[in-house]
């Protein structure tokens, strides 16, 4: 739901340059992970086993404990911050079907019993067997944003020409501008923590690399014709949330830039919003059960928290709605989903995607007598690096930014 606005600062053109750049980065950073896990897992000391079976073990078959404690952290907090953002929605998309009774973030209190439940599901494989349904909503969701941008863009064609550049931005002001726009993609992209468990179910792993790099290229094209599309229907004009751009337009030009939102008097679409509405609740639903699940799982398995969380007790469950509340208050300390999901991602996302997976899988497969990368390889990793960098940087301040002062980054 954040990419077609990104391009409001960053330009059309160099999002979409970022789009690939990403992409590429977490896409080769995996497959560096997937040579770390071969090599660790067919080594004599693992004995015919698959000893790495996940992000941890990875960590932990790089570093030994500290590794596994930095994954296990860096995880925590990274799905900490989702479920944050997810609640933000949540309680955005209930405003939206009540016809904003409340606003967001006075929906985000009443709402905590209902986390709170999803929380406390003993297991999460009745919410598993929801995620096709959770997927289906995601791609019929992408499409309608595609579409009816497109539609919508034949409307402002019909206006009088505006001024060069007054309709969209093609390149942002500064490259410190796209620091935003690398640190939410690196969370759009961000799946190489599943890397070892999915190497696990495989029953032939060396198959990764061409599967890994297919679903990374279809992924690209989505998130490209996601953001393109849905900027280019509606330029510099796009709403913070893209559900008010898809179902309310602006009559003319100067309604578009000059007049409130509240005040547009062109044509409605309230139907489209519900549709929209309860395709995107259904995912959040789905999903933030299953981001919370990441953290539980990490205190009831991790060695240093386990004995004082263990499933089933009252110590447990006491855990569970702790990090609900933790979540919730985040949510309401930083109500923009759009500037959240940036700041959470600016921090864990270089991490986990890029820097960790890289590192681990040298410290892997020097300590298994493996063959080192090429130079080549090495000088594309150090690159890779300078974006890991960039991100934790520049997109952390800018997101950072965006925090405190949400009134200079909020738009109309």
């Given at each position: 739901?954040?990419?077609?606005?990104?391009?409001?600062?960053?330009?059309?053109?160099?999002?979409?340059?970022?789009?690939?750049?990403?992409?590429?980065?977490?896409?080769?950073?995996?497959?560096?992970?997937?040579?770390?896990?071969?090599?660790?897992?067919?080594?004599?000391?693992?004995?015919?086993?698959?000893?790495?079976?996940?992000?941890?073990?990875?960590?932990?078959?790089?570093?030994?404990?500290?590794?596994?404690?930095?994954?296990?952290?860096?995880?925590?907090?990274?799905?900490?911050?989702?479920?944050?953002?997810?609640?933000?929605?949540?309680?955005?998309?209930?405003?939206?079907?009540?016809?904003?009774?409340?606003?967001?973030?006075?929906?985000?209190?009443?709402?905590?019993?209902?986390?709170?439940?999803?929380?406390?599901?003993?297991?999460?494989?009745?919410?598993?067997?929801?995620?096709?349904?959770?997927?289906?909503?995601?791609?019929?969701?992408?499409?309608?944003?595609?579409?009816?941008?497109?539609?919508?863009?034949?409307?402002?064609?019909?206006?009088?020409?505006?001024?060069?550049?007054?309709?969209?931005?093609?390149?942002?002001?500064?490259?410190?501008?796209?620091?935003?726009?690398?640190?939410?993609?690196?969370?759009?992209?961000?799946?190489?923590?599943?890397?070892?468990?999915?190497?696990?179910?495989?029953?032939?792993?060396?198959?990764?690399?061409?599967?890994?790099?297919?679903?990374?290229?279809?992924?690209?094209?989505?998130?490209?014709?996601?953001?393109?599309?849905?900027?280019?229907?509606?330029?510099?004009?796009?709403?913070?949330?893209?559900?008010?751009?898809?179902?309310?337009?602006?009559?003319?030009?100067?309604?578009?830039?000059?007049?409130?939102?509240?005040?547009?008097?062109?044509?409605?679409?309230?139907?489209?919003?519900?549709?929209?509405?309860?395709?995107?609740?259904?995912?959040?639903?789905?999903?933030?059960?299953?981001?919370?699940?990441?953290?539980?799982?990490?205190?009831?398995?991790?060695?240093?928290?386990?004995?004082?969380?263990?499933?089933?007790?009252?110590?447990?469950?006491?855990?569970?709605?702790?990090?609900?509340?933790?979540?919730?208050?985040?949510?309401?300390?930083?109500?923009?989903?759009?500037?959240?999901?940036?700041?959470?991602?600016?921090?864990?996302?270089?991490?986990?995607?890029?820097?960790?997976?890289?590192?681990?899988?040298?410290?892997?497969?020097?300590?298994?007598?493996?063959?080192?990368?090429?130079?080549?390889?090495?000088?594309?990793?150090?690159?890779?690096?300078?974006?890991?960098?960039?991100?934790?940087?520049?997109?952390?301040?800018?997101?950072?930014?965006?925090?405190l002062q949400p009134e200079s980054s909020a738009g109309r």
């Amino acid at each position: 739901m954040a990419l077609p606005q990104l391009p409001t600062t960053g330009g059309l053109c160099a999002c979409l340059l970022a789009v690939l750049l990403c992409g590429a980065t977490i896409t080769e950073s995996g497959l560096g992970m997937w040579r770390g896990v071969m090599a660790g897992n067919g080594s004599a000391k693992a004995g015919g086993k698959r000893t790495i079976v996940s992000f941890e073990d990875f960590g932990r078959a790089a570093l030994g404990q500290p590794g596994e404690v930095l994954v296990v952290v860096l995880q925590a907090l990274y799905f900490l911050g989702v479920s944050a953002a997810f609640a933000v929605l949540i309680a955005k998309s209930v405003a939206h079907l009540s016809r904003n009774w409340l606003t967001p973030e006075n929906f985000l209190f009443p709402l905590t019993p209902v986390f709170g439940v999803l929380a406390l599901l003993p297991n999460v494989s009745a919410v598993a067997q929801a995620v096709p349904a959770a997927v289906v909503c995601v791609v019929v969701l992408c499409g309608i944003i595609i579409a009816k941008s497109a539609i919508d863009a034949e409307k402002w064609q019909a206006w009088p020409p505006a001024a060069p550049g007054a309709m969209h931005r093609m390149w942002p002001d500064t490259f410190m501008d796209l620091g935003t726009a690398f640190a939410t993609l690196f969370g759009a992209f961000g799946v190489n923590g599943n890397v070892p468990s999915v190497l696990c179910e495989m029953k032939d792993p060396a198959q990764f690399p061409l599967a890994f790099k297919t679903a990374m290229a279809i992924v690209v094209v989505i998130y490209a014709s996601v953001m393109g599309v849905g900027y280019y229907g509606y330029g510099q004009f796009i709403q913070p949330d893209i559900i008010y751009s898809l179902t309310s337009f602006p009559a003319d030009h100067d309604q578009a830039f000059n007049v409130p939102f509240e005040m547009w008097t062109g044509p409605k679409a309230r139907v489209l919003e519900y549709i929209l509405t309860c395709l995107l609740l259904v995912k959040l639903l789905v999903g933030l059960p299953l981001n919370l699940m990441v953290v539980f799982s990490s205190l009831q398995t991790f060695r240093c928290t386990k004995d004082y969380v263990p499933a089933g007790s009252w110590r447990n469950t006491a855990m569970r709605l702790a990090v609900v509340a933790i979540a919730v208050v985040i949510a309401r300390a930083v109500p923009n989903f759009n500037v959240l999901f940036a700041l959470v991602c600016s921090v864990c996302g270089p991490p986990m995607q890029c820097i960790l997976p890289l590192a681990f899988s040298f410290l892997v497969r020097r300590g298994m007598g493996g063959a080192p990368s090429s130079p080549l390889r090495r000088a594309l990793h150090l690159g890779l690096g300078g974006v890991a960098a960039f991100t934790l940087t520049v997109g952390f301040w800018q997101s950072l930014h965006a925090a405190l002062q949400p009134e200079s980054s909020a738009g109309r």
